[in-house]
């Protein structure tokens, strides 16, 4: 069965610095991978997404996140955050048989002035 | 982009009553949507997937018939919760294939309920 695994339950990032959330997946074959961010109370936003192709993808917001499949990882980078970044960020694969989506358990991001 | 839209986004029920919650895809046709519910600090767990004309696909564990799921158009899909309780108080979303399928989802806004 397929799985992710978000290791970081909180971070905290200053105004202004780098981040990076990481994400391992399981799964048997080539992974469909997303990443989503929810705000307080609210649904979820699409903030990029791998099929296959070039390792390294673009998302809005200045996001990008990068799929190694030797460490079965995507994890989300930004070199900028901004205050309004502050969410909730979870990672997913999707099962190509039903397509349904499992989610990690997700990653809390705290930004500091 | 596809847009999904809930309704309501707050409800407030007593304990024992039924709650109806509406999932839309409003530009696009949704042959399938999906359920989650989300607790506190939790992740999204898929409850149901709801498919256009048959009955719905419960995850193992989920009262099906607490949580009725009804999907009769291809642009609604909705959730009752049934005599409900205070430990039915969650956040529920729904999710809708996007028109271009390839496994990307698009979510509506979530729906916050509350049992007394």
């Known amino acids: 069965a397929q799985s992710v695994t978000q290791p970081d339950i909180h971070i905290t990032v200053s105004e202004g610095a780098s981040l990076e959330l990481r994400c391992n997946y399981s799964y048997g074959a080539t992974p469909y991978l997303f990443w989503y961010v929810q705000s307080p109370g609210q649904g979820l936003q699409l903030l990029l997404k791998?099929?296959?192709?070039?390792?390294l993808v673009q998302g809005i917001k200045g996001f990008e996140a990068e799929f190694k499949r030797s460490q079965s990882s995507f994890n989300l980078r930004k070199p900028s955050v901004h205050w309004s970044d502050a969410a909730e960020y979870f990672c997913?694969?999707?099962?190509?048989?039903?397509?349904?989506?499992?989610f990690g358990t997700g990653t809390r991001l705290t930004i500091i002035p | 982009g596809a847009v999904v839209s809930q309704h309501p986004s707050r409800v407030i029920c007593k304990s024992g009553t039924s709650v109806k919650i509406e999932c839309r895809s409003l530009d696009f046709q949704a042959t399938t949507m999906f359920w989650y519910r989300q607790f506190p600090k939790k992740s999204l767990m898929l409850m149901a997937t709801?498919?256009?004309?048959?009955?719905?696909?419960?995850e193992q564990g989920v009262e099906k018939d607490k949580f009725l799921i009804n999907h009769a158009s291809l642009t609604l899909s909705t959730l009752t919760v049934t005599s409900a309780h205070p430990e039915d108080s969650s956040f529920y979303i729904c999710?809708?294939?996007?028109?271009?399928?390839?496994?990307?989802?698009?979510f509506g806004e979530g729906s916050r309920l509350t049992v007394l």
């Open positions: 997913a694969v999707v099962n190509f048989g039903n397509e349904k989506l499992t």
């Open positions: 791998y099929f296959s192709g070039d390792t």
């Open positions: 999710s809708a294939r996007g028109p271009s399928g390839a496994g990307e989802l698009f």
């Open positions: 709801s498919n256009e004309g048959s009955k719905a696909t419960y």
